[in-house]
């Protein structure tokens, strides 16, 4: 076992001495400071994490950015693109800081995603209390099953990139099979790398592919003038649902978001003003708009559900921006493995020897790799359901819960003069419902039409 790790399954026995002990010691205690108690190996710097953040919700979905303004509008999708990233921001720092004020509460170092729910809810009001196991688990296993089952989308869009590109480019003809198995090696050996201060050079990586994809489109936007000809600067109402669904399922990245803050170095840095979180979502949010933006005002109607889609086909530079997708999402894969695997292991790790977690933690690594391959090779148009999936996944942890558990650490006299936090939450919290309702029908219209 891993430091991380053992310190990691030492917390969780804690906690759950806590829980077993009552609501009567989550008292506050002043003197109590969760950071300087928080003794944990392989640290992770503030620019690291900062790194991490950025690949965390900055990837392909920004290349669907000029179709989102062209169902919003060039004006609207300024501001509906910088609401939906103040919000998600805002609900960040709900998310950490009620993970961190129980932390105080409770007297414990840290709190993973589900374990701050858990202990929320068991501290919480009476009626919350027996949603402390359901919370903890549906977290768990919503991010179990995003995050593997996306392993087989990561390799079917690899693969079909390469094969449409190599094989066009050096005469052959290799089926999107034999492409999915040389992914599937490379995946392999990607996935065992198990501390997140080791994936800093793989989210540098893919951040600096997508930038170089971002700065490539750019010049095909400005190669000639922009001209704003038949775009429209507000939305219709009918086409309002697809402009915030788009922006918040690329945007939003709230799995990991409490993993990377619980392995930071200097974790005070990461809600300040000028913290890693607000700088990360500026960045992408800022990103977002200028792709967005001048895509939809350089190619207007003809704007394509990918920008690159509308880049010159015959060029080798527009070309190579399929190429660096592609390399962007096989390194973030790693990223994405990391959350998941946690939570597996410590599932399961009471149930194996200490002299062979090492052994334990090298084969399920290898083994879901194996198995969700063996998925991707035989079941092709597994994407919808994992949308589907990841709609309700992404609507409700990255908007509802954070809102649900600030709601419930404050509850009942917690929310200032004239509970403006109880009526600003219930604010979002309709958002979250339309964004939740948005993404299910999209994905249910997708599946349909594939199916039926």
């Known amino acids: 076992m891993s430091p991380g790790q053992e310190t990691l399954s030492k917390l969780d026995v ?28 392989k640290a992770n710097s503030s620019l690291g994490t900062l790194i991490h953040l950025i690949k965390g919700s900055l990837g392909t979905g920004i290349l669907a950015m000029p179709v989102a303004f062209k169902n919003g509008g060039l004006a609207f999708g300024i501001l509906g693109t910088a609401l939906v990233a103040i919000i998600y921001t805002h609900c960040v720092h709900l998310l950490v800081g009620t993970s961190q004020k129980a932390c ?95 994936l800093v050079p793989f989210s540098l990586i893919a951040n600096t592919s997508i930038f170089v994809v971002f700065v490539i489109t750019l010049y095909y936007i400005f190669k000639e003038p922009v001209q704003f000809q038949g775009c429209h600067f507000w939305p219709e109402l009918k086409t309002l649902p697809s402009f915030f669904g788009t922006v918040v399922y690329a945007i939003e990245g709230m799995g990991i978001v409490l993993p990377v803050e619980n392995k930071m170095k200097h974790p005070q840095h990461f809600l300040h003003p000028f913290g890693v979180i607000n700088i990360a979502i500026s960045f992408i949010s800022t990103m977002y708009i200028i792709t967005g933006f001048f895509g939809y005002a350089r190619y207007g109607p003809d704007t394509k559900g990918s920008v690159t889609l509308n880049l010159p086909n015959d060029e080798i530079l527009a070309k190579s921006t399929q190429l660096l997708g592609a390399i962007a999402i096989l390194f973030t894969i790693g990223l994405y493995y990391y959350v998941p695997m946690e939570i597996l292991m410590r599932k399961l790790e009471h149930k194996i020897p200490p002299r062979k977690h090492n052994l334990a933690q090298v084969c399920f690594r290898l083994s879901i790799v194996v198995a969700m391959t063996i998925l991707a090779l035989t079941i092709p148009e597994l994407e919808p359901f994992i949308g589907f999936v990841g709609s309700i996944g992404s609507a409700t942890m990255g908007l509802m819960i954070p809102i649900v558990l600030d709601t419930i650490f404050r509850w009942p006299n917690n929310f200032g003069r004239m509970n403006w936090r109880l009526v600003k939450n219930a604010i979002l919290g309709t958002f979250g419902l339309f964004i939740l309702a948005v993404g299910t029908y999209f994905s249910m219209m997708d599946i349909v039409a594939i199916y039926v």
């Open 104 to 198: 105080k509460r409770s007297k414990i170092p840290l709190l993973g995603f589900s374990e701050t729910a858990e202990n929320v809810c068991a501290n919480g009001p009476r009626g919350a209390r027996k949603f402390a196991t359901f919370a903890k688990a549906y977290i768990d296993y919503m991010l179990l099953v995003v995050s593997f089952f996306s392993v087989c989308v990561y390799l079917v869009f690899i693969s079909t990139t390469l094969r449409d590109v190599l094989n066009h480019e050096l005469g052959i003809d290799w089926s999107i099979r034999i492409y999915i198995l040389l992914m599937a090696v490379l995946t392999a050996i990607i996935t065992q790398v198990r501390e997140l201060k080791y």
């Open 14 to 41: 804690a906690a759950g001495e806590m829980f077993l002990r009552g609501p009567n010691i989550c008292s506050e205690d002043v003197d109590y400071n969760p950071f300087e108690n928080r003794q944990m190996r």
